[in-house]
């Protein structure tokens, strides 16, 4: 039972590159979501699932897209980088309000 | 003004000192209240849980929420060096779904 998982752990990009930020979750969650952390900032949502094929806007959502591919996978695409999408991105999943599960994260940079 | 404050410290106690953190929130709305713990570079992981006000107990660890202050606040006892970590306070609402807001966390350290 791996919990929350996250691919890559660490990525470097200039800007205008895009990627996408793998997340799967093996708890058979039905809600999943996708967070930054900056600095200072605390955890900033920037976009979630609350079931298996419909995703909402968080509190960031400017500069990344998402799909809810499966119960068990919720990827986060970053179209075009700008440097101020640099920071540490975490997938978490959920059943009770609440209640998240957080993966290990992700540290993007972007040059 | 943010929904959640939390004192960001750092917040440096001796080994086996009462630890206490606190979160004010201005959402009268919210209903369920959490705490994270979060070592370097990792993911945060959940501590206690409560539903609406009251106090609950796990192990060092107290949990207390006073809807009517819209304050929250972590105890822990005997505090250890392994308790290093930076504690988030997080919080949501019924209406919100299952949307949550988080506190910018409070680093905490425990010298042996």
């Known amino acids: 039972n791996a919990g929350v998982t996250q691919t890559p752990k660490f990525q470097v990009l200039k800007t205008g590159q895009s990627m996408t930020l793998q997340c799967a979750q093996d708890m058979n969650h039905n809600s999943m979501y996708w967070y930054r952390q900056d600095p200072g900032m605390g955890l900033r949502l920037i976009y979630y699932s609350a079931s298996e094929g419909t995703t909402d806007k968080g509190e960031v959502p400017n500069g990344y897209n998402v799909s809810r591919l499966n119960k068990r996978e919720f990827s986060l695409r970053l179209e075009s980088a700008a440097p101020s999408q640099t920071s540490v991105y975490f997938c978490?999943?959920?059943?009770?309000?609440?209640?998240?599960?957080f993966g290990p994260g992700t540290r993007l940079t972007v040059l | 003004q943010k929904e959640v404050e939390q004192d960001p410290g750092p917040l440096s106690v001796p080994e086996g000192a009462i630890v206490s953190l606190n979160c004010t929130y201005s959402?009268?709305?919210?209903?369920?209240f959490m705490w994270y713990r979060q070592y370097s570079r990792k993911g945060p992981e959940l501590l206690m849980y409560t539903y609406s006000s009251g106090n609950k107990e796990d192990g060092r660890f107290t949990a207390q929420v006073d809807k009517s202050s819209k304050y929250i606040s972590l105890f822990i006892r005997d505090s250890q060096p392994s308790d290093s970590a930076t504690y988030l306070c997080a919080m949501g609402g019924d209406t919100g779904g299952f949307k949550t807001i988080f506190g910018a966390g409070t680093r905490l350290f425990v010298k042996a």
């Open positions: 978490a999943s959920s059943e009770v309000a609440g209640t998240q599960y």
């Open positions: 959402n009268s709305a919210f209903q369920y």
